[in-house]
């Protein structure tokens, strides 16, 4: 059955240190991506400040959920009349943190809740210091389509993908902060590219399109690259991003990972029951 197409939004910026001035610039460009015909904007990982787990000892201040940058979304949804997936906040519950992304429908109500899972910790991604690791996943149901949303380090993990595809979602969001490290060289080969080839498999293994969302700019001895990008539930890049701040607009098919699935059949040629191995330690 044909279905219509969804614009996706994606806001590639650069964060400094006065946190509202990065708020007033994330708004501004959720304004410009509604003005492009966005159905659903996405912003970047921890998009209120600068990326401080590059460090130890930082004293960044994580806030409630319900609270004030929470509000702001849902403000920022209903105003523009967007799907808005939230990048992610420095999240306060208790005595824990969370790395978490929130998801507002366009009435700016509240529709999924996602604490980031998977936490890296080596040279200048000490996340482990600041962060506890969620024990779940969620996936919103939206007037566009059912969304996923996973961030960052998640990327590299094929069962984090796997499940939102199991759980519904049609398109999988990531909201992001990686760049290169001045010093540190990748004797492994190309980061960036096995970074954007994981997803674009991750992409064609789930027949679901996957959008992922960087930010840019220099912080300290970090220069972030960039290149969000979309691509579709066979693995075509439909838009890439640069190194530049800015707004990138491009329409998906949701409908297209029907028809994959009944051509190749990737979910109902699975073996669950010999998959078992996975969940063991």
């Given at each position: 059955?044909?279905r219509d197409?969804v614009?996706?939004?994606m806001?590639q ?5 006065d946190?509202?001035?990065?708020q007033?610039?994330?708004e501004r ?6 003005s ?14 600068r ?5 130890r000892?930082s004293f960044e201040k ?10 702001w ?15 992610s906040?420095?999240e306060r519950?208790?005595?824990h943190?969370y790395n978490?992304?929130?998801?507002f429908d366009e009435?700016g ?10 936490i890296?910790?080596?040279e200048?991604?000490y996340?482990?210091?600041?962060f506890r ?7 919103a149901r ?18 984090a993908?796997?499940?939102n595809?199991?759980?519904g ?12 490290v ?8 190309d980061?960036r ?13 789930n027949?679901?399109v996957?959008?992922t969302v960087?930010?840019v700019g220099?912080?300290g001895p ?6 969000s990008?979309?691509c579709d ?15 990138l607009?491009v329409?998906?098919d949701p409908?297209?990972g ?7 059949g990737?979910?109902?040629?699975r073996?669950k029951r010999t998959y ?6």
């Open positions: 059955m044909a197409k614009r996706l939004g806001v910026m650069s964060m400094g240190e946190r509202r001035a990065n007033r610039k994330a460009y959720i304004r410009e991506a509604a492009q015909g966005a159905d659903v904007v996405c912003l970047p990982e921890l998009f209120l400040s990326y401080f787990p590059t460090t000892g994580a806030e409630e959920i319900p609270g004030p940058t929470s509000r979304l849902s403000e920022r949804a209903k105003e523009s009349k967007v799907i808005l997936v939230g990048g906040i420095f519950d208790g005595r943190r978490t992304c929130l998801v009435n109500k509240r529709v999924s809740k996602y604490r980031k899972v998977h890296p910790q080596d200048h991604y996340e482990q210091d600041y690791a969620g024990d779940g996943y969620s996936v939206t007037a566009k389509g059912r969304l996923g949303t996973l961030i960052c380090f998640d990327q590299w993990y094929p069962e993908a796997r499940v595809r199991i759980m979602a049609e398109i999988l969001f990531y909201p992001t902060a990686i760049g290169w001045d010093g540190i060289e990748m004797a492994e080969g980061w590219l096995a970074w954007e080839e994981v997803q674009v498999g991750h992409a064609i293994a027949s679901m996957v959008c960087n930010r220099r912080e970090t220069t972030f690259w960039g290149g990008f979309v539930q066979f693995g075509k890049v439909l838009l890439r991003g640069d190194g530049s701040e800015g707004v607009t329409d998906c409908g297209l029907e028809e994959i699935e009944a051509g190749w990737f979910f109902r040629n073996r078992s191995a996975i969940a063991r330690r």
